[in-house]
């Protein structure tokens, strides 16, 4: 498995940005789709943003689309979530996890970072 440690998290009033990273070691010479997620207060874990391997591939939740972006460097190990226009729903703790497969499902992802609090005020 790969480890995963977010950060770049933190306040921000709403319209903002922020970036989040996600840094991998171990296994990291191993071929993973990599994909964030967030979970607010007294809700299911939810899919943000997924990104193939060779990053060609991207998807969005309907949420988020066009105001986050997934990108990734493999020669880092890192992959970030450009989030613009945020806004108080964004309000969570986003997780970065990785998948031997491009996917959206949670269950597809084996390994998880311990996540990183984003907070929009209005």
């Known amino acids: 498995q790969v480890q995963l440690v977010e950060s770049g998290g933190g306040l921000v009033q709403a319209g903002g940005s922020l970036r989040l990273s996600c840094a991998a070691s171990?296994?990291?010479?191993?071929?993973?789709?990599m994909g964030w997620f967030r979970q607010a207060p007294g809700k299911e874990r939810e899919f943000v943003a997924s990104?193939?391997?060779?990053?060609?591939?991207?998807y969005y939740a309907d949420s988020v689309k066009g105001r986050f972006t997934i990108s990734r460097d493999n020669a880092k190990n890192t992959v970030y979530l450009q989030m613009n226009s945020l806004k108080p729903e964004d309000r969570a703790v986003y997780y970065c996890?990785?998948?031997?497969?491009?996917?959206?499902?949670?269950?597809?992802?084996?390994?998880w970072g311990q996540g990183t609090q984003v907070t929009v005020s209005s």
């Open positions: 171990g296994r990291t010479g191993s071929r993973y789709a």
């Open positions: 996890a990785a998948s031997g497969r491009y996917s959206s499902r949670p269950s597809d992802f084996n390994s």
């Open positions: 990104i193939s391997w060779s990053g060609g591939s991207t």
